[in-house]
């Protein structure tokens, strides 16, 4: 039995497909999506915390404190990750752990850590952006696009 | 305080877009934050992320939305000054911090950890 | 000699004269600990890699089994064997050690019985006096290799499984005290066109439908026939379907008779972690040549049916967008 080549899948497969999935244990979906707000919601919480000591205590301003706030986030995560915490809390947290900053780092990190035995060149080097690539590639090109649109549409005489 | 109760929040709610992404639609981590950056940059573009920064504060810049928003904003600000080429100098201007602490930190970890399992 | 389209009967009825299991600490806490000859504490088995803790495994595994058949690696004339890491290097590099003359198999998680049947056929054909044959699994290699990177917070689905960390080996003579292999089915790709590489019971749970008809089919036998029937790694979800599209075709397999290895050597409900159930090469090695043959040779179970099922896929093949094909392969081991 040869696999389609076509998007579309044939009926056999259609039927299967439908008879696998009235089997499957359905992700639960509505929890999943309370832990990531609770968890979420904790680390951007957290978050501010540190940016508004950051403020009062050493002298950033509202405009600057992002940065160290975001790299002492990042900070946290990659211990967590190197004492093999993060991921137990990712399974629990699933999207409140990987969409804040402490997701990139931790994919990073997980990938330099896991390819030390490859040496730290090829594996450590050759390997860190593997999960995390995707996000610098298109956060990186869509900047550009935006930008450049932008700049287009002022050219032209469009107000934005 | 008021403003890190409006960052649990925003925060949440950007959180819970992403878990939606995974679940409902069946994204990979990988695709999720690359479309929650993709979208902080054309939101930034828009002029509306920044609103949301002002209003929620860390609920909108500790996501990694606020990476593909902080991406355009350096462009643009070289833009203004120094026009096309500009948006090649200042792409990671305002984002250094958060993807150098990554790399360095990232790298230090891999030098005194070993993977768990 | 073959009989009917895919299944072969062995005349000489070649012995399992000795096996061995290998675990983790993990398989350790499971149900079928007393069943494991070694289990390690250390998932690095004291190695600096994930990858070469499990070549080690399955070398303990094979010297092991070697050891209790009093058998010197000297005589024994084939070793087979199969994991799931790039280019089988577990199976290659623990090969190196053994210095048996070698074949390596690649049947993804069904490799255990892929090499009992090809160990069978060759004892059968009185080619060699002795042939041994395993399998290996890692968790950790696993993960990394086709999945995340192990420190990686990403949330599993529930219809994920949890690649066993083990090895299991057994050595096959062609006369001696022992449960014999009497039969084996060669499986068919089967693709149903399932493309989640999280769901991989749903993916293969077809191909074991297919080799176990067309084992009944080929041998002319009923499923009462057996004692125990157990699948590889179909977890919980695909043992579901399995049992569901045999039956919508016509085949009734009694519950009670009717098992999955992955779902045996851990208790889901104390070891939550594993969702759906164990996967990997060592799901089924393990639970075979360790637990499942000491029952049989206790007496408990006379007849048993050991069908292996393997995802034949590959990280490249994911992200070109393919769907996954699946194999299974059917051994019958009688008293």
């Known amino acids: 039995m040869s696999s389609n080549k076509d998007d579309k899948l044939n009926l056999e497969q259609q039927k299967y497909k439908d008879f696998a999935q009235q089997r499957e244990s359905k992700r639960p979906v509505l929890t999943n999506c309370i832990k990531a707000f609770v968890i979420g919601g904790g680390v951007c919480a957290f978050g501010q915390i540190i940016q508004l000591m950051y403020i009062r205590y050493f002298g950033f301003t509202e405009k600057n404190a992002g940065d160290p706030t975001a790299a002492t986030l990042i900070i946290i995560s990659i211990l967590l990750t190197g004492l093999g915490i993060y991921d137990n809390i990712a399974q629990w947290a699933g999207a409140g752990t990987a969409v804040p900053i402490t997701g990139f780092a931790n994919t990073i990190s997980s990938a330099a850590i896991e390819h030390r035995s490859e040496g730290y060149v090829l594996g450590v080097g050759g390997n860190m952006f593997k999960i995390a690539g995707p996000v610098i590639v298109f956060g990186t090109f869509s900047a550009f696009a935006v930008a450049i649109i932008k700049m287009l549409l002022n050219y032209m005489g469009v107000f934005r | ?117 | 000699m073959i009989k009917g389209n895919q299944s072969f009967i062995f005349e000489s009825k070649p012995v399992i004269i000795s096996s061995a299991t290998i675990a983790g600490p993990f398989e350790g806490e499971g149900p079928l600990a007393k069943d494991i000859d070694v289990i390690h504490e250390d998932v690095y088995l004291g190695q600096d890699s994930f990858e070469k803790a499990e070549r080690m495994m399955l070398e303990q595994a094979a010297m092991k089994a070697l050891e209790k058949a009093g058998v010197s690696k000297y005589d024994v004339g084939m070793l087979i064997c199969g994991d799931l890491i790039n280019q089988i290097i577990s199976s290659s590099f623990a090969a190196r050690t053994m210095g048996i003359p070698y074949l390596g198999i690649y049947g993804a998680c069904s490799s255990s019985m892929e090499g009992l049947t090809i160990a069978a056929s060759f004892i059968d054909g009185q080619k060699v006096k002795y042939v041994l044959t395993g399998a290996s699994s890692h968790n950790c290699c696993a993960e990394k290799q086709y999945r995340y990177p192990t420190e990686y917070g990403s949330q599993k689905p529930p219809t994920s499984q949890w690649t066993v960390t083990g090895a299991g080996a057994c050595l096959l003579a062609s006369q001696g005290v022992g449960p014999k292999v009497t039969s084996a089915t060669i499986g068919r790709i089967v693709d149903l066109g399932i493309t989640d590489p999280f769901n991989m019971g749903a993916a293969m749970a077809p191909a074991a439908v297919d080799t176990i008809e067309a084992h009944f089919r080929d041998m002319n036998i009923e499923p009462d026939y057996y004692d125990i029937i157990v699948t590889g790694d179909l977890g919980s979800i695909g043992h579901k379907i399995a049992l569901d599209k045999l039956l919508e075709n016509g085949i009734r397999i009694p519950v009670k008779i009717f098992g999955d290895c992955g779902m045996m050597i851990y208790d889901s409900k104390k070891q939550p972690e594993v969702l759906s159930g164990g996967s990997g090469c060592a799901s089924s090695a393990v639970t075979v040549y360790g637990h499942l043959l000491n029952r049989m040779r206790s007496g408990e179970i006379k007849k048993m049916l050991a069908v292996a099922t393997g995802a034949l896929h590959s990280p490249l093949t994911y992200q070109q967008k393919e769907t996954i094909p699946c194999i299974a392969h059917a051994v019958a081991i009688e008293m």
């Open chain 2, 1 to 117: 305080m008021e403003k890190i109760i409006w960052a649990f929040i925003v925060g949440g709610l950007i959180c819970v877009i992403g878990q939606i992404m995974m679940d409902v639609f069946k994204l990979t981590p990988a695709h999720t934050m690359s479309a929650l950056v993709v979208a902080g940059a054309i939101l930034g573009g828009l002029g509306l992320y920044e609103p949301l920064v002002k209003f929620a504060g860390a609920g909108a810049t500790v996501p990694i939305s606020s990476f593909g928003n902080s991406l355009l904003k350096g462009a643009l600000e070289e833009l203004d000054q120094h026009g096309p080429i500009g948006v090649l100098i200042g792409i990671f201007k305002l984002t250094s911090a958060g993807v150098s602490s990554a790399i360095i930190f990232g790298f230090l970890a891999s030098l005194v950890f070993k993977p768990k399992g």
